[in-house]
Antibody, heavy 119, light 107 residues
Framework: EVQLVESGGGLVQPGGPLRLSCGAY????????MSWVRQAPGKGLEWVAS????????YYADSVKGRFTISRDNAKNLLYLQMNSLRVEDTAIYYC????????????WGQGTMVTVSS | EVVLTQSPATLSLSPGERATLSCRAS??????LAWYQQKPGQAPRFLMY???SRATGIPARFSGSGSGTDFTLTISSLLPDDAATYYC?????????FGQGTRLEIK
């Protein structure tokens, strides 16, 4: 069964860093564009960042630009989200999601990992 | 940035009825519009793309229509399992944005 599995979430103080990982099982991540999408408690979906198959193109939401970095290690079949200068408003479930070919729609999602930013 | 407005916020219908969910864009997105279903405690599920193309494995009860700024997701003959929040998403260009969601309740 094809799966995306996120890890690395947890409780962090405002201003602190955290790195999320996403592993693919049953799929070779290097074949796909990938994204991070988040969902604050009780709220809707918010696109965070996207990365091209080879990592040569990256796109970020304005709300995280300059603070978050999306990256990938295709040899390890892993996707990352390095989050720095975290704010209370970054508290959310973070999903990694696979794009459908070159189309920026998400046909496979992980189960999500919770990030809580609080003092 | 394209703003997507979904209506109604909540829809309450009985099994067997037809649900009509609306998504309006602040500017034309052509047919670059997708739909997702999300149940409590679960990740979103991909339903539809290009406004009217069903994703793999999605039953024909789900249909999409529209272009430009006005889009509709129709679920014919509702089942109890259709209870969920439904989100639209555009993908004309970055930033990608989602609507705020329509919660569908099955009586």
């Amino acid at each position: 069964e094809v799966q995306l599995v996120e890890s690395g979430g947890g409780l962090v103080q405002p201003g602190g860093p955290l790195r999320l990982s996403c592993g693919a099982y049953g799929k070779v991540l290097s074949n796909y564009w990938m994204s991070w999408v988040r969902q604050a408690p009780g709220k809707g979906l918010e696109w965070v960042a996207s990365i091209k198959r080879d990592g040569s193109e990256k796109y970020y939401a304005d709300s995280v630009k300059g603070r978050f970095t999306i990256s990938r290690d295709n040899a390890k079949n892993l996707l990352y989200l390095q989050m720095n200068s975290l704010r209370v408003e970054d508290t959310a479930i973070y999903y990694c999601a696979k794009l459908l070919g070159d189309v920026t729609v998400y046909d496979l999602w992980g189960q999500g990992t919770m990030v809580t930013v609080s003092s | 940035e394209v703003v997507l407005t979904q209506s109604p916020a909540t829809l309450s219908l009985s099994p067997g009825e037809r649900a009509t969910l609306s998504c309006r864009a602040s500017q034309s997105v052509g047919t670059y519009l997708a739909w997702y279903q999300q149940k409590p405690g679960q990740a979103p599920r991909f339903l539809m793309y290009d406004a009217s193309s069903r994703a793999t494995g999605i039953p024909a009860r789900f249909s999409g229509s529209g272009s430009g700024t006005d889009f509709t997701l129709t679920i014919s003959s509702l089942l109890p399992d259709d209870a969920a929040t439904y989100y639209c998403q555009h993908y004309t260009s970055y930033p990608i944005t989602f609507g705020q969601g329509t919660r569908l309740e099955i009586k």
